[in-house]
């Protein structure tokens, strides 16, 4: 079954990280420097580095989605609040941007803590959360679909 026509727990969801994202890292760093430049080609980016910017700047932008619609107010027009943007191309220029001067250690340490940030903060929604259409679609693009999308070569789910 797709992913997107299963709702996930909380459980699923952590799972989903410890088989997926908790090993990317390892696997993409065990790939010889020629490799590691050809996925990223691959992924459409021009360094490691940007890959790894772009996923933890999707989790970041997904638990502070999430974050805010717990809150209480109401979802606004896209077009009224940064944080509901649609525009993925410009939100993912954008963060290349602001991490381009940022060294590869830097930023696998980012990668780690984001990571680590994203775990908890799954370990700690409310079960209901995922209840909500958007949060059940933000967590369960972040921690299956976008694995999905950018596991490194040899990097299935296990």
Not at 39 to 66: C, K, N, P
Not at 106 to 132: D, G, I, N, Y
Request: aromatic share 10%; proline share 6%; glycine share 2%.
């Amino acid at each position: 079954m797709p992913s997107e026509e299963k709702s996930y727990n909380r459980q699923e969801l952590i799972a989903a990280l410890e088989k997926g994202w908790r090993h990317y890292l390892p696997r993409l760093t065990a790939l010889s420097e020629e490799e590691q430049a050809r996925y990223a080609q691959e992924q459409g980016f021009s360094r490691v580095q940007d890959v790894l910017v772009h996923i933890f700047a999707w989790w970041d932008r997904s638990m502070q989605r999430t974050a805010w619609l717990l809150s209480g107010p109401p979802l606004p027009p896209a077009k009224d609040h940064p944080l509901f943007l649609l525009d993925m191309n410009e939100f993912n220029a954008d963060v290349i941007a602001q991490h381009e001067q940022w060294s590869r250690t830097a930023v696998e340490e980012k990668f780690v803590t984001t990571l680590a940030a994203f775990e908890r903060f799954l370990t700690e929604l409310p079960e209901t959360a995922l209840e909500h259409e958007r949060i059940q679609t933000w967590m369960r693009i972040d921690a299956i679909d976008h694995y999905e999308a950018h596991r490194p070569p040899d990097g299935a789910l296990c």
